[in-house]
């Protein structure tokens, strides 16, 4: 399968490690994964900040580079939300009949990993080796929006050497949730202190988490 692989804004600027594993992934898996440098910001944060007009751009953008491919994904629940959910809302606003036809085709094929890996190709082990002590905290876009549920803990069972322990509360935000935690400040940081607190009760050595 021809794979578009769609870097998120945070991906790119901090972890580009993921990027790097998510092609190296789904090459292992037989996938051609392109990486089209022209992609640009999914404009989630302007659409969530009251900014929807100046989102649309960047909606048309994505459409424009993404709908070639057999299949977008991106390892990020947040930013594929925003795509599947959000995007025809923009297209409304936007008056562009065109558009939201092209969304509407295109959204259905847009995929966060685990969801693709496990709901789409059937795969849940990748042949994962990882001999530490790991709890998994879903996020709220993958948990809410997405509704990926047991996807990523089915690729976490899976991986040999991997000691998976539950986590306390786990669907409890941890307070990030984009530009919350920028307006929010005080509010964010003791809704991550809970979560930091429930991540060390169960003495994992990583917190794996998908967005």
Not at 30 to 51: D, I, L, R, S
Not at 100 to 122: C, M, N, Q, T
């Amino acid at each position: 399968m021809r794979v578009g692989l769609f870097i998120t804004c945070f991906n790119d600027t901090l972890f580009p490690e993921t990027g790097r594993a998510t092609v190296e992934v789904l090459e292992r898996l037989g996938h051609e994964v392109a990486f089209p440098e022209a992609q640009t910001c999914c404009g989630q944060m302007h659409f969530n900040t009251g900014y929807q007009r100046e989102a649309i751009p960047l909606v048309r953008r994505f459409v424009e580079i993404f709908e070639p491919y057999e299949a977008v994904v991106a390892p990020s629940g947040s930013c594929v939300g925003m795509v599947r959910d959000l995007y025809p809302m923009a297209a409304d606003l936007a008056g562009d009949d065109d558009l939201a036809r092209r969304i509407e085709d295109l959204a259905p094929r847009v995929f966060e990993l685990s969801e693709f890996l496990v709901r789409k190709l059937g795969v849940t082990d990748v042949g994962a080796y990882y001999p530490h002590r790991v709890t998994y905290h879903p996020t709220c876009h993958s948990l809410r929006m997405l509704k990926v549920g047991e996807a990523p803990l089915e690729l976490l069972r899976n991986v040999r050497g991997m000691d998976l322990v539950g986590l306390g509360e786990a669907e409890q935000c941890c307070g990030f949730g984009g530009t919350f935690a920028v307006k929010n400040a005080e509010t964010s940081a003791a809704m991550l202190g809970d979560k930091l607190r429930r991540v060390l009760d169960t003495e994992a050595e990583v917190c794996a988490a998908g967005d």
